[in-house]
């Protein structure tokens, strides 16, 4: 189950470690370290952007393939529904 | 070998607590570091922590809500870029403290609870405190604040599991800790009154199980498995002295709360001339079990060793008198016949933490 504008949950938090210079998302308890391109989605799960508007712009960005986009953001957004920290 | 990077803090900032729970797992000989430190030092350690590479505190006890500088704690870890735990009894229940907490960047509370209903309380917990309790979880769920709800299993309250996943879902919990009880402390006092039966713990695992289906993305649903009856011992903290580094009340550096029983080690204070990073890098004692040097048969040559680091330092010191040995929770343990004969020993006795032996 996925939202159809997804946001980080209220209870998660993104931040920039200087130690490992990755994006950490940091939740109850947890944090995950994020690559590059997860932490370049998770950014724009703000609420205000569709699945699809979020796609539209990271695949501007960048010169990766359009579906390659489309199935990172889909996975990642999947993932993080299922631990409550994208609503 | 260099030190790794811990994330976490446990932040043990007091060992008082107005609860007496016959499954606490502080050492029985907590008055020993008892002494508490400043709040001068409380912050110095934060700040150090945080260039050790922390982004993690837990506020924890005791009951941390028995310092009236905890304000000022949560909010020098907020600032340094902490995601903030306050991991308390709720005790006592003080609604504008709890909006304080919230003002100066507290992220997540957990709550305790004894089981479904207030008869847990007194039972396990020696205390009325339910009422305080509920008041406390609702509060942190109307300041919009992450919480989790945890609730410690024994042979007592694992048939309540159901009416605690309601009470976890009524009270809007993000997260659902059933820990099944580690024998530490006064715990391991207690252990053959807190024993489960296997069966227990089957119908258990089963209820908690088919919560985290029907919950998902909901509450997150954590059922601790139980060591003593498991084939392999629990990861305990992930490895000795890695990822987590705990403060205990009186400045003690530990890799876990309960290891001052191991009293072949010893663990270092911090202080103005000794730092937290100092004491990390250096300690002999923090050094004694990281990574598998120290491995002994059957851990040096299994192929879990990077898996559960040879479980529980604590555990095979208290029952073995040796920390270096396999965990005995492990079935390839030499000596896991320990936690078998325990098993087959239940009794009715209770020490309650802080009250006479009765």
């Known amino acids: 189950m996925s939202a159809t504008h997804p946001k980080l949950a209220r209870r998660a938090r993104l931040r920039f470690d200087e130690i490992e210079k990755k994006h950490m998302l940091l939740y109850p308890e947890r944090g995950l370290v994020l690559n590059e391109s997860a932490a370049a989605i998770v950014e724009l799960c703000d609420g205000t952007r569709s699945e699809v508007e979020i796609v539209e712009a990271l695949a501007a960005k960048t010169d990766t393939p359009r579906e390659r986009v489309a199935a990172d953001v889909r996975e990642l957004v999947a993932r993080l529904s299922d631990k409550g920290l994208v609503e | 070998m260099s030190a790794p990077r811990p994330y976490t803090l446990i932040a043990e900032i007091t060992y008082r607590c107005p609860l007496h729970c016959v499954y606490c797992s502080n050492p029985t000989s907590y008055k020993d570091h008892a002494s508490e430190m400043s709040t001068d030092d409380w912050l110095r350690v934060l700040d150090q922590a945080a260039k050790l590479g922390v982004v993690q505190t837990h506020f924890t006890g005791g ?9 000022a704690l949560v909010e020098r870890a907020h600032a340094r870029g902490m995601y903030t735990n306050l991991v308390t009894s709720g005790v006592p229940f003080d609604r504008a403290r709890l909006e304080g907490l919230a003002a100066r960047g507290l992220d997540h509370v957990q709550v305790s609870f004894q089981g479904d209903g207030a008869e847990s309380s007194r ?7 339910w009422d305080q309790k509920l008041a406390a979880a609702r509060t942190v769920h109307d300041l919009d604040l ?3 709800v945890n609730v410690v299993l024994h042979r007592g ?16 919990a993000e997260r659902l800790e059933l820990a099944n009880v580690q024998f530490h402390g006064f715990a391991y006092e207690n252990r053959g009154a807190l024993l489960p039966t296997s069966e227990q713990l089957d119908r258990a695992r089963d209820v908690a199980l088919a919560a985290k289906e029907r919950l998902r993305g909901k509450m997150d649903v954590l059922f601790v498995k139980p060591d003593h009856f498991s084939t392999y011992p629990r990861a305990c903290m992930d490895g000795w002295a890695r990822r987590f580094v705990q403060v205990i009340p009186d400045g003690t550096v530990v890799p876990c ?5 191991i009293t072949s080690l010893s663990f270092e204070r911090v202080s103005a001339s000794r730092s937290i990073e100092d004491i990390w890098e250096t300690s002999p004692a923090l050094a004694a079990f990281r990574g598998d040097a120290w491995m002994p048969d059957p851990c040096r040559t299994c192929e879990r060793k990077s898996v559960d680091f040879g479980g529980c330092r604590c555990q095979a010191f208290a029952l073995l ?7 005995p929770a492990c079935s390839l343990s030499p000596h896991h016949d320990a936690i078998a004969r325990a098993r087959e020993e239940p009794s009715r006795h209770f020490l309650f933490r802080g009250r006479p032996n009765r």
Do not use: M, W, Y
């Not at chain 2, 009951?63 to 304000?71: C, G, M, N």
């Not at chain 2, 039972?123 to 405190?129: E, G, K, L, T, V």
């Open chain 2, 123 to 129: 039972s396990f917990a020696d205390s009325d405190a």
């Open chain 2, 257 to 261: 709360h309960a290891a001052t029983t």
């Open chain 2, 146 to 148: 992450a919480l989790t």
């Open chain 2, 157 to 172: 309250n694992l048939d309540q599991i159901p009416g605690v996943i309601a009470l976890a879902e009524d009270l809007g």
């Open chain 2, 63 to 71: 009951e941390p809500l028995a310092r009236s500088d905890l304000e």
């Open chain 2, 321 to 327: 008198g040796d920390a270096a040995l396999t965990d």
